[in-house]
């Protein structure tokens, strides 16, 4: 989060930031480590080869399976419930709106001169 401008209003406490242990997340890999399509391709071409390749394949996408599923599992808030997202979306929305509210007080109040050029 963005934090506010050095002459914060005494009635406006700051805004609670992300635990210090929290770093931010990794880097998402490249688009094409999420593509099945080319293993299945080339499954399909073994079987009709014939070749003995196919299961060589075959363990290739059982594994693209498994780090997917890893992926998936250490994604931040994957195990946040639905109703746990809304309430947090709520309160961010609360939390914008009042920022806006207090960007237009400071604003109304003249104290920015705006240099003319």
Known sequence: MASGPAGRAAEEPPP?????????????PAQEEFSFLPLVHDIIKCMDKDSQDVHQVLNELKNKFQEMRKLISSMPGIGVSPEQQQQQLQNLREQVRTKNELL????????FEIPKE
């Open 16 to 28: 609670p930031g992300p635990p210090a242990e929290q770093k931010p997340p990794p880097l998402p």
């Open 104 to 111: 237009q007080k400071y604003k109304s109040l003249c104290m």
